[in-house]
């Protein structure tokens, strides 16, 4: 039950995305952790218990793809911790939650036109998001390193190693971007230019300390963007919103787009 404040709070955040004409929502790993799908950091987070990747791995893939590969592919001889194959094995088991699926509602009534995602569990596309801005990639995709041809792993068949982009030659990597990794560009280019157009960005989730996605809150309310947050805690950019939900995204943001359908539907 919420409180009479959150209740206020929620009508005004209503009213705001109601209004607006170019709604951008930028999603972090707190709206995944509903789903199942430990975090990164923090408490009880897969690298806060293993420690983080090597910070050259992208170095190294480039250096040796060939090896990267035939460790991806033979996981008898090369065994992951025990602690990633757990997490893994959740992704693979996760399913949208109600956080998913209200944004996928919201996107249909045409106010909503972007996700951006720090996460890479596919999720968004599986619940049915159509404009979705991978930022971290997708760990269900391969990727040209050449010219950002993707596909999904299990369309592509490895017939060379490294395996070969069939459109440029490039050679082919899973899309998740690891450490030291440049974000491709082509995505990179679509969040700054969301975060430009955007006359409202509703931030989901996120802890607002890992860039550049930290960054495109702050580059919205620059231009004049209203920023509504969502999440269980205060974030770096709290102090700057207009409106803070306190709580998880499953929960506050099905009754958020279900007022804001019920505004749509007054006009």
């Known amino acids: 039950m919420l409180s009479e404040e959150h209740l206020k709070e929620l009508e005004k955040a209503s009213q705001i995305i109601a209004q607006s004409r170019h709604l951008v929502a930028l999603v972090g790993a707190g709206m995944s952790a509903e789903s199942g799908i430990p975090t990164y950091r923090g408490a009880g987070g897969l690298w806060t218990r293993i420690g983080e990747p090597d910070p050259r791995s992208f170095q190294n893939f480039a250096a040796d793809p060939k090896a990267w590969w035939q460790r991806m592919l033979d996981r008898e001889s090369h065994p992951e911790p025990p602690e990633r194959a757990q997490f893994r094995e959740a992704i693979d088991k996760a399913h949208p ?12 009534t045409g106010i909503l036109r972007y996700i951006i995602t720090q996460n890479v569990d596919n999720l968004h596309r599986v619940a049915g998001s159509i404009n979705v801005a991978e930022i971290h990639g997708n760990r269900t995709l391969l990727r040209c ?52 157009l955007c006359d409202c960005m509703i931030v989901l989730g996120t802890s607002g300390t890992v860039y550049p996605a930290a960054g495109f809150p702050v580059q919205a309310h620059r231009h004049g963007a209203y920023l ?9 950019i709290t102090e700057i919103v207009d409106v803070s939900l306190r709580g998880p995204t499953g929960d506050l943001l099905p009754l958020l787009v279900t007022r804001v359908l019920e505004l749509l539907a007054d006009r």
């Open 145 to 196: 390193m050449r010219c950002h041809w993707r596909v999904p792993r299990e369309e592509f068949e490895v017939v060379e190693m490294p395996p070969r982009c069939p459109q440029c030659g490039g050679v082919i990597k899973g899309d998740g971007v690891m450490f030291g990794e440049p974000i491709p560009p082509d995505v990179l280019n679509v969040c700054f230019r969301e975060a430009d």
């Open 97 to 108: 939650n109600p956080g998913h699926y209200a944004l996928v509602e919201l996107e249909g």
């Open 228 to 236: 509504i947050e969502i999440n269980t805690e205060p974030t770096p």
